[in-house]
């Protein structure tokens, strides 16, 4: 059974920092690309950030709104994949989602985690 399970969401005051963690359970973790997704109520699940799986090289992208604030990092010894978060907005805010995908996060079939809240206050 796949279990992806994220903690260390919060409430902090703009400008603060955060370090999201999903820990992953049945699957092959190193060979999953992992993901970082955040979804706002009446918006769509967009994704933060992303890094590949061992066999492409743990290649991190961002989107745009969080480049230079935001690292995604992974431990495939742990089985863990992280999203430091620093220098955050009130724009911020939302629930994260960790994923998982061996063929991709665009593929079809993406694993999730329950999600975890972020709130950023001004």
């Known amino acids: 059974q796949v279990q992806l399970v994220e903690s260390g969401g919060g409430l902090v005051q703009a400008g603060g920092s955060l370090r999201l963690s999903c820990a992953a359970s049945?699957?092959?973790?190193?060979?999953?690309?992992m993901g970082w997704y955040r979804q706002t109520p009446g918006k769509q699940r967009e994704l933060v950030a992303a890094?590949?799986?061992?066999?492409?090289?743990?290649?991190?992208s961002y989107a745009d709104s969080v480049k230079g604030r935001f690292t995604i990092s992974r431990d495939n010894a742990k089985n863990t994949v992280y999203l430091q978060m620093n220098s955050l907005k009130p724009e911020d805010t939302a629930v994260y989602y960790c994923?998982?995908?061996?063929?991709?996060?665009?593929?079809?079939?993406?694993?999730w985690g329950q999600g975890t809240q972020v709130t950023i206050s001004s």
């Open positions: 049945g699957i092959a973790f190193s060979f999953n690309d």
């Open positions: 994923a998982a995908n061996p063929r991709g996060l665009k593929s079809q079939g993406n694993y």
């Open positions: 890094i590949t799986s061992v066999t492409t090289g743990g290649i991190t």
